[in-house]
């Protein structure tokens, strides 16, 4: 039972467009919810989250975007740079779940 | 203020060895999660422990892996008579409380002869 989905596996962005990353839950209990970005060999890093209480929150090239009603969202990457190469993971949390719940990736390529 | 710090980065054992990994999570941080990842496979949640607790360990396999994080020192996750279908990559994570943001270490490469 996959409470949080990322159903592209992968993605492929020209260099300088714009990178939509897009992550879908099931738990309508989930309150929090996290981007993590992963280089081969090294561990996940924290990203940017964002409460359920906000729709939208920004940071740098980064923003993710939450749609409460369609349990979805998204991470927007902008403009994309060849070092943004790398597997993106959402999370979430909230309910009976004391610890985050992942999503499997979706490995971004930006290409030169 | 150091990250979460895991030793050793990388581990060679023989089938039937002992495994030992450990976590020292970033300081005020109480709360500790291991990963493993399996080759082209994604991240698989193992197992959450509280100082002294477990929280969750819904994604321990059910033998020979064990986890403990006692009041002093780090947290280990052990594995007995290690097979090759243990080689993997262990990450461990920690957070100041549940439910918050998990910063992670740089994982322990397991290899199993």
């Known amino acids: 039972d996959q409470q949080v989905k990322q159903n592209s596996p992968s993605l492929s962005v020209q260099e300088g467009r714009i990178s939509i990353l897009n992550c879908d839950y099931t738990n309508s209990m989930f309150d929090y919810f996290l981007w993590y970005k992963k280089y081969p060999a090294e561990g996940p890093t924290f990203l940017i989250s964002i409460s359920s209480i906000k729709d939208k929150n920004e940071d740098g090239r980064f923003t993710v975007f939450l749609n409460k009603s369609a349990k979805h969202l998204s991470l927007h990457i902008v403009p994309s740079q060849p070092g943004d190469s790398a597997v993106y993971f959402c999370a979430a949390s909230g309910g009976s779940n004391y610890q985050l719940i992942w999503g499997a990736g979706t490995k971004l390529i930006i290409k030169p | 203020n150091a990250g979460v710090m895991q030793n050793p980065r990388h581990l060679v054992r023989r089938r039937g060895q002992e495994a030992r990994l450990r976590c020292s999570p970033m300081k005020g941080h109480s709360h500790v999660y291991w990963y493993r990842q399996l080759p082209e496979e994604g991240l698989k949640f193992m197992v959450y422990?509280?100082?002294?607790?477990?929280?969750?360990e819904s994604g321990m396999p059910k033998e020979r892996f064990s986890a403990e994080f006692p009041k002093e020192g780090p947290s280990i996750l052990r594995i007995q008579q290690v097979v090759r279908g243990d080689s993997a990559a262990y990450f461990c994570?920690?957070?100041?409380?549940?439910?918050?943001?998990?910063?992670f270490g740089p994982g322990t490469r397991l290899t199993v002869l």
């Open positions: 994570a920690s957070s100041p409380a549940s439910r918050q943001a998990e910063f």
């Open positions: 422990l509280q100082k002294e607790n477990i929280i969750d």
